[in-house]
């Protein structure tokens, strides 16, 4: 296998789980990292090719000085469910990293959302799944939907949305992935496949569109075998 392109990467949502599984591999990796973080001290990764700045995720001023030079930018910011108030966060942040990458010219962006976050394609989902879990978090699947018709509306930029479901604090594995064009992983009978993966593989797949042209200007639904 080719040996893989050194990458300049700048990573929003750092210190999540998620963000710190993607981080820690991208150094690995051998890429250079720009942390793009609300509060450094949540870092505790030290590398000499990682750099840990502060901005602020709603303002396009804020980020575009860290995105100048940037080969791409990859986002595992999340925002927690509510019941009273819509989300609003994955848009608003959305807005303002397409707007400061227009300024510092960056034209590649890789995010996550989650299965199911178009209304009705949980029609198939496990009763659980269906009745319990998606109301408590239909905030926030309706705003990461929101985030990536904002996305599809995007012509200038190159985009790839990742779905992964629910997520277990792993490491990531050597499984195969398994993957489809839509908001979850059906099997032969159309039926959802598993219910959760790795952050770590979600991180391992995220990091692997980085030399690829596959899932460019779409969104993938992702699990392990």
């Known amino acids: 296998m080719a040996e893989s392109v050194r990458m300049k990467i700048a990573v929003l949502g750092a210190t999540g789980q998620t963000g710190q599984y993607l981080v820690n591999q991208a150094l690995q990796q051998g890429h250079t990292v720009t942390a793009i973080v609300r509060n450094p001290a949540k870092l505790t990764v030290h590398h000499d090719n990682l750099k840990v700045v502060e901005a602020d995720i709603f303002s396009a001023d804020s980020l575009k000085t860290h995105f100048k030079g940037q080969d791409v930018v990859m986002s595992c910011l999340g925002f927690p469910a509510s019941f009273f108030s819509g989300v609003s966060g994955y848009t608003r942040s959305m807005t303002s990293m397409i707007s400061a990458m227009r300024e510092a010219r960056v034209n590649k962006i890789i995010t996550m959302t989650s299965w199911y976050t178009e209304p009705n394609s949980a029609v198939q989902s496990p009763f659980l799944i269906r009745f319990l879990l998606l ?91």
Request: glycine share 8%; net charge positive; charged share 20%.
């Open 135 to 225: 109301p408590m978090i239909r905030s926030v699947l309706t705003n990461m939907h929101d985030m990536e018709k904002l996305l599809h509306k995007t012509e200038d930029i190159s985009w790839t949305v990742v779905r992964p479901p629910g997520l277990k604090n792993l490491q990531a594995s050597a499984q195969e992935f398994l993957t489809h064009e839509g908001y979850f992983v059906p099997d032969g009978s159309g039926l959802p496949v598993g219910s959760a993966v790795g952050r770590g593989d979600v991180a391992r797949f995220m990091l692997s569109l980085l030399n690829s042209n596959a899932w460019v200007n779409k969104g993938v639904a992702i699990t392990t075998k």
